[in-house]
C-alpha cells in the first residue's frame, strides 16, 4: 500500500450502539477476547497504578491520589497491525486511554472524556523537538454511567477509532508504523471496561480511497469547542504545532532557536534541571542570586513568547484559549483574591 501522510484533525459527533466493522483491516487470529466474567487474570493483566478489580462483570480501573499518577493496566502483546473492540463506561469527570507502546515506550493513544475523543502520537524522547501530538480530535457527549463502544484500528501510519455509523476520529504519523509490545489502559477518575477484544490485522485492498475518503470527510468539520479552557489551549496549540512542523520551515526554525537556549540554560545549571523539590529551591536562588542565570533564563522566556505568538497569529481560537486562560489565571492568583 502507497504510504499516506495527512497532517489533517479530524472531528466529528459521536453515538454509539455497538463496535462496528473495520475498514482498513481484515480481521485475523484473535490475540485477546476478555469478558471479565472472573478475576483479573494476572498472567496476563499487569497492574501499574491505581485499583483495579471485576466489578459485575467489568473490568473498573479508578485512580488513586496517593499515586499522584493516573490508574493503568498493561497487557503485553507484539503487533504492528490490529484490530481493537471494546466497551467503555465513564463516571463523571472521568477519562481513559487507549495507549499503544512500543519497546521505546509510548507510541500513540486514543484519549477519551465526557466530552471529547482524541488520537494522538506520544513525543519521541529521544527527539527534543518531539511533543505530544493531536493528530484527530472529536467533539462527544459521554453521559456518565452509559456504555460506548468503539472499534480501534492499526494499520501502518494509520490510527482510527470509528462508532456505530460514520462518525469516527483518525489520524496519521509516520512513527505510529512500528512494532507495538503492548497497551495499557490509563485512567482519571473511575472508568468501567468491558468486552475487550483484540485481533490481528490483514490490511485490506483499496484503502487509499477509503483513507482519502475519511480525510475529505473530516476537513468539512468545524473544531471542536472545549469547555476546559486549559484542555482547549493545549489541544489547539498541539494541532497547529504540529501543522506547522510539517509545513513551515520558518517555525522550524524558531523550534531550533528554543532548543538551544533550553540546552545552553540545562548546561549551564544542570542541578537546577534535576527532579524534585531541589532543583525548583535551586532555580528560585539562582533566579534571585545569580546574573547569568537570570540572564539566560530571561532570553529563554523572550524564544518561546516568540514561538507561541507564531503559533497564535496563525490560529485564533488557539489565541482566544490563551486570553482566556491568562484571564482565569489572574482571576484565581492570590494578589487577586486579596
Same mark, same amino acid.
Given at each position: 500500500?502507497?504510504? $499516506?501522510? $495527512?497532517?489533517?484533525?479530524?472531528?466529528?459527533?459521536? $453515538?454509539?450502539?455497538?463496535?462496528?466493522?473495520?475498514?482498513?483491516?481484515?480481521?485475523?487470529?484473535?490475540?485477546?477476547?476478555?469478558?471479565?466474567?472472573? =478475576?483479573?487474570? #494476572?498472567?496476563?493483566?499487569?497492574?501499574?497504578?491505581?485499583?483495579?478489580?471485576?466489578?459485575?462483570?467489568?473490568?473498573?480501573?479508578?485512580?488513586?491520589?496517593?499515586?499522584?499518577?493516573?490508574?493503568?493496566?498493561?497487557?503485553?502483546?507484539?503487533? =504492528?497491525? /490490529?484490530?481493537?473492540?471494546?466497551?467503555?463506561?465513564?463516571?463523571?469527570?472521568?477519562?481513559?486511554?487507549?495507549?499503544?507502546?512500543?519497546?521505546?515506550?509510548?507510541?500513540? @493513544?486514543? #484519549?477519551?472524556?465526557?466530552?471529547?475523543?482524541?488520537?494522538?502520537?506520544?513525543?519521541?524522547?529521544?527527539?527534543?523537538?518531539?511533543?505530544?501530538?493531536?493528530?484527530?480530535?472529536?467533539? /462527544?457527549?459521554? *453521559?456518565?454511567?452509559?456504555?460506548?463502544?468503539?472499534? $480501534?484500528?492499526?494499520?501502518?501510519?494509520?490510527?482510527?477509532?470509528?462508532?456505530?455509523?460514520?462518525?469516527?476520529?483518525?489520524?496519521?504519523?509516520?512513527?505510529?508504523? #512500528?512494532?507495538?509490545?503492548?497497551?495499557?489502559?490509563?485512567? #482519571?477518575?473511575?472508568?468501567?471496561?468491558?468486552?475487550?477484544?483484540?485481533?490481528?490485522?490483514?490490511?485490506?485492498?483499496? =484503502?487509499?480511497?477509503?483513507?482519502?475518503?475519511?480525510?475529505?470527510?473530516?476537513?468539512?468539520?468545524?473544531?471542536?469547542?472545549?469547555?476546559?479552557?486549559?484542555?482547549?489551549?493545549?489541544?489547539?496549540?498541539?494541532?497547529?504545532?504540529?501543522?506547522?512542523? &510539517? *509545513?513551515?520551515?520558518?517555525?522550524? %526554525?524558531?523550534?531550533?532557536?528554543?532548543?538551544?537556549?533550553?540546552?545552553?540554560? %540545562?548546561?549551564?545549571?544542570? &542541578?537546577?534541571?534535576?527532579?524534585?523539590?531541589?532543583?525548583?529551591?535551586?532555580?528560585?536562588?539562582?533566579?534571585?542570586?545569580?546574573?547569568?542565570?537570570?540572564?539566560?533564563?530571561?532570553?529563554?522566556?523572550?524564544? @518561546?513568547? %516568540?514561538?507561541?505568538?507564531?503559533?497564535? %497569529? @496563525?490560529?485564533?481560537?488557539?489565541?482566544?484559549?490563551?486570553?482566556?486562560?491568562?484571564?482565569?489565571?489572574?482571576?484565581?492568583?492570590? =494578589?487577586?483574591?486579596?
Amino acid at each position: 500500500m502507497k504510504s $499516506i501522510l $495527512i497532517p489533517a484533525v479530524i472531528l466529528c459527533s459521536v $453515538i454509539f450502539s455497538k463496535p462496528p466493522s473495520p475498514v482498513l483491516l481484515a480481521p485475523g487470529q484473535t490475540i485477546i477476547d476478555e469478558s471479565f466474567s472472573k =478475576t483479573i487474570d #494476572t498472567n496476563r493483566w499487569h497492574v501499574s497504578k491505581g485499583a483495579w478489580k471485576i466489578e459485575k462483570g467489568a473490568l473498573r480501573g479508578e485512580e488513586l491520589a496517593a499515586d499522584h499518577h493516573a490508574g493503568s493496566i498493561k497487557l503485553p502483546f507484539v503487533y =504492528t497491525n /490490529a484490530i481493537i473492540q471494546f466497551s467503555f463506561r465513564l463516571e463523571k469527570d472521568s477519562g481513559f486511554s487507549i495507549s499503544l507502546n512500543d519497546p521505546d515506550g509510548h507510541n500513540s @493513544r486514543l #484519549t477519551i472524556n465526557n466530552e471529547s475523543m482524541l488520537v494522538k502520537k506520544d513525543a519521541d524522547k529521544k527527539d527534543p523537538a518531539s511533543f505530544s501530538a493531536v493528530l484527530a480530535e472529536c467533539q /462527544a457527549a459521554f *453521559e456518565p454511567g452509559k456504555w460506548y463502544d468503539m472499534t $480501534i484500528e492499526v494499520s501502518g501510519k494509520a490510527f482510527i477509532a470509528k462508532s456505530a455509523g460514520k462518525e469516527f476520529a483518525a489520524g496519521f504519523h509516520n512513527g505510529i508504523d #512500528t512494532m507495538k509490545s503492548d497497551l495499557a489502559l490509563p485512567v #482519571t477518575g473511575v472508568v468501567y471496561f468491558d468486552n475487550i477484544k483484540i485481533l490481528a490485522g490483514i490490511p485490506l485492498p483499496g =484503502t487509499e480511497k477509503t483513507l482519502s475518503g475519511l480525510n475529505d470527510e473530516q476537513k468539512k468539520r468545524p473544531p471542536v469547542k472545549y469547555k476546559n479552557v486549559q484542555t482547549g489551549y493545549s489541544v489547539r496549540e498541539s494541532i497547529m504545532r504540529y501543522k506547522l512542523m &510539517q *509545513e513551515d520551515p520558518v517555525f522550524g %526554525e524558531l523550534v531550533k532557536k528554543r532548543i538551544s537556549a533550553v540546552n545552553a540554560l %540545562e548546561q549551564a545549571f544542570p &542541578q537546577a534541571f534535576k527532579k524534585g523539590k531541589k532543583a525548583e529551591e535551586e532555580k528560585k536562588r539562582l533566579q534571585q542570586e545569580n546574573a547569568e542565570y537570570k540572564a539566560l533564563n530571561a532570553e529563554t522566556g523572550k524564544i @518561546r513568547r %516568540e514561538e507561541l505568538n507564531y503559533l497564535m %497569529e @496563525r490560529d485564533a481560537d488557539l489565541k482566544e484559549y490563551w486570553t482566556k486562560l491568562q484571564e482565569e489565571r489572574k482571576k484565581n492568583s492570590p =494578589t487577586e483574591k486579596k
